[in-house]
């Protein structure tokens, strides 16, 4: 999956930022993101930015993940991957900002905006409320856009993902722990038509 470790010339190194709104589970995504990229062997890290802390507010949380020893600690400007757990945030905040040329998005939503298909950035829309809503029995869309974003990009493995969820969710019981993982292969399999039609 990715390149062996090993001098600069070789670094595999992501950035991804994270846009939600308080109590969407975003800091909690890019928490087990860099968990699960932890054990598949790579560095990183993942931390969040918080404006009024209140369940509702816009939020940003950062992973990066790095082949090599991650020396930077600031906020991530030029992500990688934007995962977008809100839709109305993109008429709202700058989530797009800074984004690489050749982006991926990881957009939830019903549909994809009017406008992408006019950019070269990598948009992947994914119904992952809804999904949630179906598994989980409420509007978390997290773990769904973190089988997205795996699906998408191949920068963390799906097992991975599987036991940082299994391990983080295991005193909430094992019917949560099952849902959870449930909505995580929901939201990579989701990515699966998507990536055929573009290839």
Request: hydrophobic letters at 45%; charged letters at 20%; glycine letters at 8%.
């Amino acid at each position: 999956m990715y390149e062996e470790k090993g001098n600069a010339a070789n670094n595999v190194q992501h950035e991804i930022r994270f846009h939600g709104r308080g109590g969407q589970g975003a800091v909690s995504a890019a928490a087990l993101l860099a968990l699960a990229a932890f054990e598949d062997g790579f560095e990183a890290q993942a931390f969040p930015r918080f404006g009024s802390e209140r369940r509702g507010a816009p939020l940003e949380a950062y992973v990066r993940i790095s082949s090599l020893p991650i020396r930077a600690h600031n906020q991530v400007y030029s992500p990688d991957a934007v995962v977008i757990q809100d839709s109305t945030l993109l008429h709202s905040e700058p989530v797009l900002q800074g984004l690489k040329a050749d982006g991926w998005i990881i957009l939830n939503s019903e549909q994809p905006p009017a406008d992408s298909a006019a950019t070269a950035l990598r948009w992947i829309v994914v119904p992952a409320t809804r999904i949630s809503e179906q598994l989980l029995g409420r509007p978390l869309p997290n773990t769904v856009l973190l089988g997205a974003l795996a699906a998408a990009t191949g920068w963390v493995g799906l097992k991975a993902l599987e036991q940082v969820i299994a391990s983080h969710l295991s005193s909430k019981g094992e019917k949560v722990v099952k849902a959870n993982i449930e909505a995580l292969h929901a939201g990579y399999q989701a990515v699966a038509p998507q990536q055929e039609q573009a290839s």
